[in-house]
């Protein structure tokens, strides 16, 4: 006797004979080990199928509380995927037929049955199970792929019949499956030729005869029920029975309209700017080409303008990237407008653009259209309910005078963009073969900037602050000197960009951190007067993951309080990474370190930040206070930061005071401290120390000046 694949099998019967007779099947020789449970009503049966899981169930008909098909449905409702056989004393072959409908495998009947049938019965129902769990799994697999796939397909019978459609088909036919079944192909396709607006045939007809795939004929629409045509591609194949004989045909097509669209937006993507919609770098550098080519025929120049927006990036940073691309856009329609059509704007990614004047009769002409450009994208910009100001810095290169390929006149003019950000910003530069010169020797500061740390080649100079009622030293600026062993004194105007851009101002601004700290320390342990360190932090150092952890760490190693530590950083630097900016800062203000705003008013303020940020003072920018005494004695942004930091209880302080009558206006407007070369220039180390020994002479107002510590 064979035995059968279960392990565990539920018995369902209330008759206490039957039971018995059942079980001593189960324990014959040869059938095997079966975990046999036996309940006598339907409740229990649930109950016990809720909390264990079984192989089969053995089901009688004639429950107490479950009789016939109804125990067949719970039966069912409780294990759904449990394979059941039901037991019954009737030979009744349209009650197994019910029985069989409602989910049972098998049917036996009392009497008719020994241990060897059993064991065969639920064998064979344990195989029909699993069979149709198989061609369930298959047929649900197979209509998710048909429903998931993004071609329609239409299945006929062999009468033409529609027997399937799935959701593409029924979107894109207008009809239904529920509607579609067992109507006739041609009323639910109809297919024309969209030049001649001849109808196509059922394309099911294609089939016959054949065993591959048809594809059917090119340039057709299908007609939607609503009238609506959609240019499609198709093709058409048999459906065989084992037999290999015909049963019907499958109808696949697609929506070739939206292949096209994408395919035309796949080619637009590839040479333009997906935000502005301008040709991208590549599509210029053919566009140039081509003018270059035909420029000697018509005895015409070429002109390549590189345009390069100011403070851009404080605004995308401050505002968010929405609004920064909808300026991008702004200017980029404003360009436009700025040349004619045989011309070309391209945006080279970020707030770089690049413009083809193809035909330029002589330079003369491209500086008009700079001009022009200049003042289009100097006017206000209202978007989001702000008015935003921008300017650009624009560089020229001229064919063939600066270059005879697209990558030269690029390259020369992108030369002449950065010499005109140099030159005061908002204007254009023509190149000329010196400023190559100029991007050579920048090279070569950056190559001896990355060696400078490790030679020590730089030195800090300290200028003092001056409190503006006692006169006292209040505390220094550490400010950083490069000797270059071959140029000498570097200017920290001329390397400092650099290293910014370089990334070397990490290193460099932790090294002088320290030697700040370190110094500061020195002069305490010396026993001079108490001096606040104040050392300058770009937005760079700051968004450096290690920036807090190494402030930190030299504070602890140089053992300076936190207290006796201010670090300036401008406007712009604050509103970079805001989040992350007012998590660093307010660590540090917890510790005692104080904080001030450098260059105050120069960037795109946001008075709210100040009370965001932690701030403790605020530095006025020199280009105020010089407009103290010149300018037609515009005093009124010094007076109105001055009661502006007043009135929120932060510390004034103004840069670059240079005469006595700068000096007096500050006073009588009480701001509270000032620094520059009025009171001392910076100076090394030692000589600081002699001027918190001796301090600073202030003599009264409108008096000369005491001598300079140069």
């Known amino acids: ?153 239409i299945c006929t019978d062999m009468s033409g019949n529609i027997s399937f459609l799935n959701v593409v088909a029924e979107k894109m036919t207008g009809w239904s499956l529920q509607e579609a079944a067992n109507r006739p192909m041609a009323e639910i396709v109809r297919i024309l030729d969209a030049t001649s607006r001849e109808v196509i045939l059922n394309p099911m007809t294609r089939t016959t005869g054949h065993e591959r795939i048809q594809q059917l004929r090119s340039n057709i629409v299908l007609a939607r029920r609503d009238g609506f045509e959609i240019p499609i591609e198709d093709s058409v194949a048999p ?63 070429v002109a390549v303008l590189f345009l390069d927006l100011d403070g851009f990036k404080h605004i995308n940073d401050s505002l968010g990237h929405p609004t920064g691309d909808k300026l991008l856009q702004s200017i980029a329609k404003r360009l436009g407008e700025c040349v004619r059509g045989a011309d070309t704007i391209s945006r080279q990614g970020g707030d770089e653009f690049v413009v083809l004047l193809s035909e330029v009769a002589q330079s003369e002409h491209a500086a ?60 254009y530069q023509f190149f000329t073969p010196a400023m190559n010169v100029r991007a050579v020797e920048r090279q070569s500061i950056e190559e001896t900037l990355r060696r400078a740390l490790e030679r020590g080649e730089f030195s800090l100079h300290y200028q003092p602050k001056i409190n503006l009622e006692t006169g006292a030293i209040t505390g220094a600026e550490a400010l950083l000197r490069w000797t270059h062993p071959v140029r000498g004194s570097v200017s920290p105007a001329q390397f400092i960009p650099i290293a910014e851009d370089c990334g070397l101002i990490i290193p460099i601004g932790k090294w002088v951190l320290r030697e700040a700290c370190k110094q500061a ?43 006796s530590l201010e670090l300036e950083l401008t406007e712009s630097v604050l509103m970079k990474r805001a989040e992350s900016t007012d998590t660093i800062l307010k660590t540090l203000a917890a510790l005692g370190v104080q904080l001030a705003i450098d260059d105050f008013g120069t960037g795109y303020s946001s008075l709210s930040y100040l009370r965001k940020f932690p701030i403790d003072a605020l530095k006025i920018d020199q280009s105020f206070v010089r407009q103290i005494t010149t300018a037609g004695n515009d005093t009124s942004i010094v007076t109105a930061v001055i009661s502006m930091g007043r009135s929120l209880k932060l510390r004034v302080i103004a840069e670059g005071v240079e005469t006595a009558a700068e000096l007096a206006f500050l006073k009588t407007q009480r701001c509270d401290e000032a620094q520059g070369y009025y009171f001392s220039r910076p100076v090394p180390a030692g000589r600081f120390a002699t001027l918190l020994k001796s301090g600073i002479q202030v003599g009264p107002a409108g008096a000369q000046p005491a001598p300079l510590l140069v």
Not at 396 to 421: F, Q, R
Not at 522 to 530: E, F, I, M, S
Not at 537 to 561: H, P, Y
Request: proline content about 4%; charged content about 25%.
């Open 1 to 153: 006797m064979s035995r059968t694949p279960i392990s565990t099998l539920l018995l369902v019967e209330d008759n206490p004979g039957d039971a018995r007779l059942l079980r001593e099947m189960f324990n014959e020789p040869g059938v095997g080990r079966i975990g046999l449970t036996c309940v006598e009503s339907m409740t229990k049966a649930e109950h016990h199928l809720r909390d264990h899981t079984v192989d089969m169930i053995l089901l009688d008909l004639g429950l107490p509380d479950a009789q016939g098909l109804e125990a067949v449905r719970r039966a069912h409702a409780a294990a759904p995927r449990v394979p059941l056989v039901v037991l019954t004393g009737l030979d009744d072959e349209a009650l197994a037929a019910q029985c069989l409908q409602e989910g049972a495998q098998e049917h036996l009947i009392k009497g008719q049955i020994d241990a060897r049938s059993l064991l065969r019965a639920l064998r064979y129902a344990v195989e029909r199970k699993t069979t149709d769990e198989a061609l369930y799994e298959e047929k649900e697999r197979a209509q998710i792929t048909l429903n998931c796939i993004g071609d329609a397909v």
């Open 239 to 301: 459906i065989h029975d084992r037999a290999g004989q015909p049963t019907g045909a499958v109808f696949v097509f697609r929506d070739v309209s939206a292949a096209r669209a994408m395919a035309l937006q796949m080619s637009h993507s590839a040479l333009h700017d997906f935000l502005t919609g301008l040709p991208n770098r590549l599509f210029l550098s053919d566009r140039i080409s081509q003018a270059i080519a035909l420029a000697p025929r018509h005895m015409n120049k």
């Open 368 to 427: 008009i259209t700079a001009r022009r450009m200049l003042n289009a994208v100097a006017r206000p910009h209202s978007i989001d309910h702000h008015d935003l100001h921008i300017t650009t810095s624009i560089g020229v290169s001229v064919y063939p005078e600066d270059g005879l390929d697209a990558e030269t006149l690029i390259k020369n003019a992108d030369t002449a963009m950065y010499h005109a950000k140099e030159n005061g910003r908002q204007s």
């Open 521 to 563: 320390r020195l002069w305490l342990d010396a026993g001079l007067p108490a001096a606040t360190m104040a050392v300058n932090i770009s937005a760079v150092e700051i968004q450096d993951q290690n920036f807090l952890e190494g402030v930190l760490a030299i504070l602890k190693e140089t053992g300076l309080d936190p207290r």
